[in-house]
């Protein structure tokens, strides 16, 4: 079996004596396989000093207080539980492509199960990174399980994504257990048919976080479940479909065009579905004509107005891409992809963001009028021109929670075998 990041090829072992084209082939191959073995070493590197980097920003903000972010009272979750909800959609998309084959027995996209798991591991660990940087102390996860509330969807959250994690690894260990004759497909099957429950389960509690809240205008519907699986679906097919292009381009993989062309329609499909919940929503919030106008007023002409543009433009533009035949070259599907990305990423602004402007109920959450200098002036002098901005802290500790989602991704092509058991060879 040949490692992706050694020149070791097994058949300098077997044959004693090679002809001259053999040796030559061997000779060209060799720098090649060295070159991709850098080439995965230095991605690694890179990823783990950006992770250390990130863990010096988390000490100075543990050191400081969370009062060095951006967060406030009146916009109590930010960047990270942006990311937690993000990464949570990357993660849980890239299971359900995986399990989905394999639970309803139905032809796969070309042996990128394996690889379509790693991105759901790696982005599973960034997702619980996220929630334990935007915790302010690490005791608190002590705390968390000490004085639990079952009761709470928080609670919900974190008992399901610790069990994900646990499935996702389940789940690839079984897929390889499989691949060496050690396990039956009848049990690979009832695996994965558990995996893609969980990983609907696991968006559908994200979402009640959100839809349960009654005293926020965009977050109080019961379409915030299969809103959540849907974006998941779009953002994850599209990082799948990424990585598996760029994993083919490095010469990881085999990968052939039309499973790609296969998994864009796929994508293409998931993308108007999501735009279709989208436009369901914002016909739900602006009639009859009332308070809901406000909602969409944000939106589309708004201080969110950037991010709506994006996620609308960039979801279309990928729609297209995919649907369309002669649109359907490596570069661009790429570029679709991205898009659908940023889209979706753009959306959970959107959503976490502007949750926080307009309160459905008077003083809701926490505030009352003891906590706000403008309470005379009511809701419009509190809420008045209120928009959550990153601080350069946060950033940085969110790129370290990102580039440890890379590091797991590189140490998982490096040391395990992800490729399909016909192309270890």
């Known amino acids: 079996m040949t490692d992706f990041s050694s020149g070791a090829v097994l058949d300098d072992l ?28 230095i991605g690694i590197g890179v990823s783990a000093a950006l992770v250390v980097a990130g863990l010096a920003l988390w000490a100075v903000q543990l050191s400081g207080g969370m009062v060095q972010t951006a967060m406030r009272n009146l916009d109590s979750w930010g960047l990270y539980i942006t990311g937690f909800m993000f990464f949570v959609g990357l993660s849980a998309g890239g299971l359900i492509i995986s ?9 796969g996209f070309g042996g990128i199960s394996k690889v379509a798991v790693m991105t759901s591991i790696a982005c599973t660990v960034a997702a619980i990174g996220f929630v334990v940087v935007d915790l302010g102390q690490p005791a608190r996860l002590w705390e968390l399980f000490a004085y639990s509330n079952m009761g709470s969807p928080l609670m919900w959250d974190i008992l399901v994504i610790g069990t994900y994690l646990v499935l996702s690894c389940v789940y690839l260990w079984a897929q390889l257990r499989a691949e060496a004759g050690k396990m039956s497909q009848t049990a690979l099957r009832a695996i994965s048919v558990v995996a893609l429950v969980t990983a609907v389960l696991v968006h559908s509690v994200t979402a009640w976080i959100f839809g349960l809240q009654q005293g926020r205008e965009m977050w109080h519907t019961a379409l915030l479940a299969p809103w959540f699986v849907s974006s998941a679906l779009v ?4 990082l799948v479909m990424c990585a598996a292009v760029a994993l083919r381009a490095a010469g990881y993989l085999k990968w052939d065009q039309g499973n790609l062309v296969r998994l864009a329609k796929l994508l293409g499909a998931f993308v108007l579905v999501d735009l279709y919940f989208f436009g369901c929503d914002l016909l739900t919030e602006a009639f009859p004509m009332g308070s809901g106008l406000e909602v969409v007023a944000m939106l589309v002409s708004g201080p969110l107005a950037p991010f709506f543009w994006t996620e609308i433009v960039g979801c279309a533009a990928c729609a297209v891409i995919c649907l369309v035949p002669a649109l359907r070259t490596t570069p661009l599907l790429v570029a679709a992809g991205l898009l659908a990305i940023l889209g979706i990423f753009c959306k959970r602004v959107q959503l976490l963001v502007g949750g926080f402007q307009l309160a459905n109920l008077d003083m809701a959450g926490p505030l009352t009028s003891a906590q706000h200098t403008a309470f005379d002036g009511g809701l419009a002098g509190i809420y008045g021109g209120l928009v959550y901005w990153p601080t350069p802290l946060e950033l940085g500790v969110a790129l370290g929670v990102v580039a440890l989602a890379f590091l797991v991704f590189f140490l998982g092509l490096k040391f395990l075998p992800l490729r399909p058991a016909d192309q270890d060879k």
């Open 14 to 41: 077997e044959i004693g004596a090679a002809s001259p084209g053999r040796e030559r082939d061997r000779a060209d191959a060799a720098p090649r396989t060295a070159a991709k073995g850098r080439g995965l070493n």
């Open 99 to 107: 399990s989905v084959p394999k639970a309803l027995g139905v032809r």
């Open 235 to 238: 953002c994850g097919t599209a």
